[in-house]
């Protein structure tokens, strides 16, 4: 998924809900954005940080 494809899904959900990351551990809020720009043909990444506060 690239981020063209995440935004056109995102604006079909209601705007008051909250955004989980679901991994091992559960579920996490997304607490963050990060952004890491590769080169040599590799694409460009964006990284959904989990909320370091409780849930």
Known sequence: MNVEQLIAALQQMPQEAVVLLE???GYSLVGGVGFEENGD???DEVILLPSMEDD
């Open 23 to 25: 991994g091992d551990a």
């Open 41 to 43: 043909g590799v694409p």
